[in-house]
């Protein structure tokens, strides 16, 4: 482009984000930084490649014009890449987001829950206030012997402390858990313990998601070195089964309705990697529903794949489809 041409939406080289949430598909979606500043997670290949960049305001800024002339009516915007709010200028961007898309009706950002604990709850006032609306954060797990194996870098109190904060300050935040991240010797644990974190944080939304151990990860390395032990399909039905009804009691007991301890949280699984086949028939697609009001309902579910499994000759999922054949990336 020569320098007395105007640059247009057309023209301007937008730097989108490899990665959202399935939710955020009809987002916007805006790179706040590149990378993950941790990329440490021992099951995680999705930013192994990248060297972690926080990107110039001025870059976010023509991207944030360039997405405003092509999309002027959007309804939600996405900061990414993993742990956006790591962005030393996070208020700038989040109040510029919001200038440029006045309709939107939510915006939301990936966050580690370490950064979330790390902002102070006047800070994260500002960005709710700014017009910051959800947060996604990657819990895993609410074991600390799971979350150490898979250096996941934070401890079960110090999770609960990060996304407790985001709650506080209005946010809605939606965790992910990796079902089958204990494999079959911590399965039991990794539920019992998930559930626990979950009802102490009292998130809006929990979206399952199931490990595949991918080529050049450290947890497939373990594997191959004998160290860990991955989750058999059927196990992993069980370990989600678990989970929802010790969530469901924990809530029970101590939901009061309240923001801040709402009585009811969703529980979604809109991801492929949750899949279960019996003998080349999809019997599991994963659940979707409120606990505890559904838990009957998400139980029988679960239920009837297990029974499929049990009855059935071969049982598959992507996990243990991995195993076997290299899956490069999910
Ligand atoms: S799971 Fe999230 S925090 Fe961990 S390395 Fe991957 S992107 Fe980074």
């Known amino acids: ?9 057309t ?8 990665y959202r949430p399935p939710s955020e598909a009809h987002s916007v979606l805006l790179r706040v930084t590149r990378g993950c500043p941790w990329n440490r997670c021992a099951f995680c290949g999705m930013y192994k490649q990248l060297r972690f960049e926080v990107r110039e305001l001025e870059e976010i800024y023509r991207d944030i014009d360039a997405l405003r002339e092509i999309w002027p009516q959007a309804r939600s915007v ?15 961007i989040v109040r510029r987001v919001r200038a440029a898309f006045p309709e939107a009706e939510r915006i939301t950002s990936y966050s580690r829950l370490s950064t979330l604990r790390r902002l102070s709850p006047e800070k994260m006032r500002d960005l709710r206030e700014a017009g910051l609306t959800r947060v996604h954060a990657g819990l895993e797990s609410g074991s600390a012997r799971v979350l150490e194996r898979a250096c996941k870098g934070i401890t079960p109190a110090q999770a609960i402390a990060g996304g407790r904060r985001a709650v506080e300050a209005g946010f809605s935040v939606c965790l992910y858990v990796l079902c089958g991240l204990g494999g079959e010797e911590d399965w039991e644990e990794h539920a019992r313990e998930t559930a626990r ?3 102490a944080l009292r998130p809006q939304f929990v979206r399952l998601r199931s490990l595949a151990l991918l080529p050049e990860t450290p947890l497939r390395e373990a594997w191959e070195a004998g160290r860990f032990v991955p989750i058999a399909p059927i196990t992993r039905l069980r370990e989600t089964r678990l989970l929802v009804e010790r969530l469901s009691q924990l809530l029970l007991e101590h939901g009061d309705g309240s923001a801040e301890t709402p009585a009811e949280i969703e529980i979604v699984s809109d991801h492929f990697t949750n899949q279960v086949w019996v003998d080349a028939a999809v019997v599991y697609e994963g659940i979707h529903g409120r606990v505890p009001r559904e838990q009957a309902r998400l139980l029988a579910i679960l239920d009837h794949a297990i029974d499929r499994a049990q009855r059935g000759r071969r049982t598959e999922d992507i996990g243990s489809l991995a195993l076997r054949r290299r899956i490069p990336q999910l």
């Open 1 to 9: 482009m020569r320098s007395h041409e105007k640059e247009t939406a």
């Open 197 to 199: 974190v979950i009802a």
């Open 11 to 18: 023209t301007h080289q937008i730097d989108l984000p490899p």
């Open 78 to 92: 996405f900061l990414a890449d993993s742990d956006a709010l790591v962005h030393p200028r996070r208020l700038e």
